[in-house]
């Protein structure tokens, strides 16, 4: 079962829709707001952060004030999304930000329990990126993407603060999506690798559509788990089309 996916607006500035080219109707219509002219538009940049780790980020052009949140796996690789940040967007500003928990065993970070303070620090880096882009950003509602863990604890995030998330992607999440924590939202896409154990996602996401949420699972050819594999540009296109444009494949 389908559900009407709204657009994303922003009132506080003048954006035209996700994804559109602006156009000015009338002689009193408002200017397009002005990046900074030292904004990089063509690739992801480190941005320090103090007292905390750096941002990575992906910039839209002042046509886009949506915001992307992506939360990386379990001392995964923070630049995991780079292949396919330009498909983001082209729908918004895409912020990686880096778990902060080290892990003990091996190289890299992981996502602490505490969610109240992944949602303070996912917080400060909407309001530093918005700042940074003289405004141009929806820092009230983000999209949310994860892999693994970040996954499960993006739809832990979605669960906790009901309505300031309205699409999600999980990338490989560990558990079933849960109706419960998802329900919030007006679009779900859940992927997952051909050759990891990937039932319980289809799964979930079966339960989600039949609860009535416009939900969609996409398999990763030829990956196992803790990649998107050699297709997975493809895949996120359609993800990211399915979530903002409610199109399936």
Not at 73 to 89: I, Y
Not at 234 to 248: C, E, H, M, N
Request: glycine share 8%; hydrophobic share 40%.
């Amino acid at each position: 079962m389908d559900v009407a996916i709204p657009s994303v607006t922003v009132p506080s500035v003048a954006v035209a829709p996700v994804g559109a080219t602006p156009k000015a109707t009338n002689d009193s219509a408002l200017p397009l707001p002005v990046l900074p002219p030292t904004l990089n538009l063509e690739r992801p940049i480190e941005l320090p952060i103090a007292d905390d780790r750096p941002l990575r980020i992906r910039h839209a052009g002042p046509q886009t004030a949506h915001a992307i949140v992506y939360l990386h796996g379990m001392c995964g690789d923070s630049k995991g999304a780079d292949p396919w940040s330009d498909l983001a967007t082209q729908y918004g500003t895409l912020i990686v930000v880096r778990a902060d928990e080290p892990c003990l065993d091996r190289p890299g970070y992981k996502w602490p329990k505490d969610l109240t303070a992944i949602q303070a620090r996912i917080d400060r880096a909407l309001r530093t990126v918005k700042d940074l882009r003289n405004g141009v950003l929806d820092a009230e509602h983000p999209t949310l993407i994860g892999y693994s863990q970040g996954a499960y604890r993006a739809e832990q995030l979605i669960g906790q603060f009901p309505g300031r998330y309205l699409r999600t992607i999980l990338g490989g999440p560990p558990t079933p999506p849960s109706y419960e924590a998802l329900k919030s939202a007006v679009a779900v896409a859940v992927l997952g690798g051909e050759l990891e154990n990937h039932q319980h996602m289809l799964d979930g996401t079966t339960d989600l559509i039949a609860h009535g949420l416009h939900a969609h699972f996409f398999l990763l050819p030829r990956v196992h788990h803790g990649s998107y594999g050699p297709e997975g540009r493809r895949i996120l296109a359609q993800a990211l089309t399915f979530v903002f444009d409610g199109q399936r494949p």
